[in-house]
C-alpha cells in the first residue's frame, strides 16, 4: 500500500490515554486493517499483538460484517431507543443469552464497556432498593481492577492514576486486595496455586460494615488493563460463596474476557461461577461499531418487572442503546465465531501460545511471565530511579519492527486475535523476544 502521508496539524485532537506531546513528535498512525496486519501510514505491515485494544477478536476487515453494516445503515440508520425498539436488538439480545452462562437471560445495551460497568452498578443500587432492601449501596471493587472512565467505574477501580485527579468519587466504595502475588505465584502456567484466600477480603468488609450495606462487588474475571492478572485457583468460586452467603451480588466486568479471550465464550464459563451481572463491550462487534452490553440473571430482571414503578421500570439508558449499526454488527460477529469455532480455536491454540509466552522467562530483567487461553503478559523488573518504563520502549521498539503490543507500567501484554496461526504466534514473541534484549 503506498505511503501515506501524516496530517499536517495533529494539535488539534486531544488523544485519549496517550502522551499527546511524545506521539505528536513522533505519530504512529494505523491506515489500513485486514485481517491479522494493520497498516502503517509508512506503509509498513504491523502484527496486531493485542487486538486493536483487546476488541477484534476475530481479525480485522470482515466482510461479514462490513457488510451488515453497510446494509443495515441503508435501511435504517437509526432507531429511538427509547419506548421503541427494532427487531435486530432483539434478535441479538436472545442469540447473546445463548452464549450467555445458565441463569442469565436478559441484555441491556449500551455503547462502551465503561457505560456497562455504570450501568451494571446502577443496576444492583435498584435492585435491592426495589427489594426494600435500599441500605444496600455499598459497592466494593478490588485493586488494580479497571472498570472504564467513568465516576463509576473508577471509583470502584483500583488504579491510581485514574482516580487521583478526580476528587473524592463516589462515597461508600471499599476495595478487596488484588491478586497478584509475585513471591508466591511468579511464572505460574494458566491459574495460580496461591490466594484463593484474598476472597476473604469481602468477609472482612461484611464484618467492618455489614451485609446489609453491601449492594455489589465487581471484579473482572482476569485483569487485563493492569497487565493480566489471573484469579488464583478457587478465588473466584470463593467470592461467589461468600456473595451467596450476604446476599451481595457479584458483577463480573467481561469486557476484555468475554467473547472468546479465555477459550470459552465468557471468563465466567472458564472459571465455572456465575455472577448475578455481567458486563460486555469490544468483542460484542469485533471492535467494528462500539457497543456495550449488561447481561442480567433472571431474578434481577424479574424483580425490576414486579417493582412499583409500571411505566419505566429502570431509570436508565442510552440514545445509542441497541444501535440498529452495532446490532447488525454483533450479529454478524457472532455469526462469525461461530461458524469458525474462534472460541474452540482459541482454547486449542492457548497451549502453544503459552509455550511460547513462557519460553521468553531467561531473558535480562523479565521476573512474571503469565497466560491464561490467549491473553499473555510478561513483567519486567522497573528501572531504579528512571521515569522511562523499560515496558513503554519495548512497545515502541516492537511497533518499529512491525508488531503491534500493549503496556502498562513495567508489563507487556499480549493478546492478539483468535485467528493468530503459530507462524505468527512464533514472530511475534520472536520481535518482543528481540525488543526485551535491546532495552537490557
Ligand atoms: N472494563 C474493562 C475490564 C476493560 O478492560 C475496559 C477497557 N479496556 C473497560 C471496562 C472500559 O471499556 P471502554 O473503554 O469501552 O469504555
Not at 445503515?73 to 425498539?85: A, K, L, W
Not at 508488531?403 to 486475535?417: N, W, Y
Request: charged residues 20%; glycine residues 10%.
Amino acid at each position: 500500500m503506498a505511503r501515506i502521508t501524516v496530517p499536517n496539524d495533529l494539535d488539534a485532537h486531544w488523544m485519549p490515554f496517550t502522551a499527546n506531546r511524545q506521539f505528536k513528535a513522533a505519530p504512529r498512525l494505523l491506515v489500513g486493517a485486514k485481517d491479522m496486519y494493520y497498516t502503517s501510514h509508512d506503509g509498513r505491515q504491523v502484527l496486531d499483538g493485542c487486538a486493536g485494544l483487546w476488541c477484534v477478536n476475530a481479525g480485522h476487515g470482515r466482510d461479514k460484517i462490513s457488510e451488515a453494516v453497510a446494509r443495515q445503515i441503508s435501511e435504517m440508520d437509526y432507531s429511538p431507543s427509547f419506548q421503541m425498539g427494532h427487531p435486530l436488538s432483539f434478535e441479538l439480545a436472545s442469540r447473546l443469552v445463548e452464549l450467555a452462562p445458565d441463569g442469565i437471560d436478559h441484555v441491556f445495551y449500551c455503547n462502551s464497556g465503561s457505560e456497562a460497568v455504570d450501568t451494571a452498578l446502577k443496576m444492583a443500587l435498584a435492585y435491592h432498593r426495589i427489594r426494600g432492601e435500599g441500605s444496600r449501596t455499598r459497592l466494593i471493587g478490588r485493586e488494580r481492577g479497571y472498570h472504564g472512565v467513568g465516576f463509576g467505574g473508577i471509583s470502584v477501580g483500583g488504579i491510581v492514576s485514574n482516580r487521583k485527579h478526580f476528587g473524592t468519587l463516589l462515597s461508600g466504595v471499599d476495595h478487596l486486595r488484588h491478586t497478584h502475588d509475585p513471591a508466591r505465584n511468579a511464572f505460574s502456567w494458566g491459574q495460580p496455586e496461591h490466594g484463593a484466600e484474598l476472597a476473604d477480603d469481602l468477609e472482612r468488609l461484611v464484618a467492618l460494615h455489614d451485609a446489609s450495606t453491601i449492594a455489589a462487588v465487581i471484579v473482572e474475571p482476569i485483569a487485563g488493563s493492569t497487565g493480566v492478572l489471573i484469579p488464583p485457583k478457587g478465588y473466584l468460586k470463593r467470592l461467589r460463596e461468600i456473595c451467596d452467603r450476604h446476599g451481595i451480588l457479584l458483577i463480573f466486568d467481561e469486557v476484555i474476557c468475554g467473547f472468546g479471550r479465555t477459550g470459552k465464550a465468557f471468563g465466567a464459563d472458564s472459571f465455572e461461577v456465575t455472577p448475578d451481572l455481567m458486563t460486555t463491550a469490544k468483542g460484542i462487534t469485533n471492535g467494528a461499531v462500539p457497543m456495550g452490553a449488561v447481561f442480567a440473571k433472571k431474578e434481577i430482571y424479574d424483580t425490576f418487572m414486579t417493582g412499583p414503578e409500571h411505566l419505566i421500570e429502570f431509570f436508565h439508558g442510552y440514545t445509542y442503546s441497541g444501535h440498529p449499526l452495532a446490532c447488525a454488527a454483533a450479529l454478524a460477529t457472532l455469526d462469525i465465531y461461530a461458524e469458525e469455532k474462534l472460541f474452540d480455536r482459541a482454547a486449542n491454540l492457548s497451549e502453544y501460545f503459552g509455550k511460547a509466552a513462557h519460553a521468553l522467562r531467561d531473558l535480562p530483567n523479565v521476573i512474571d511471565i503469565r497466560n491464561y487461553g490467549m491473553v499473555a503478559a510478561v513483567e519486567l523488573s522497573p528501572r531504579a530511579g528512571e521515569p522511562t518504563k523499560r515496558a513503554y520502549e519495548i512497545f515502541v521498539r516492537a511497533y518499529e519492527q512491525g508488531v503491534l503490543l500493549r503496556f502498562t507500567g513495567d508489563i507487556i501484554a499480549i493478546s492478539p486475535p483468535l485467528i493468530i496461526d503459530e507462524a505468527q504466534i512464533d514472530h511475534l514473541y520472536a520481535v518482543l523476544a528481540e525488543a526485551i534484549k535491546a532495552t537490557a
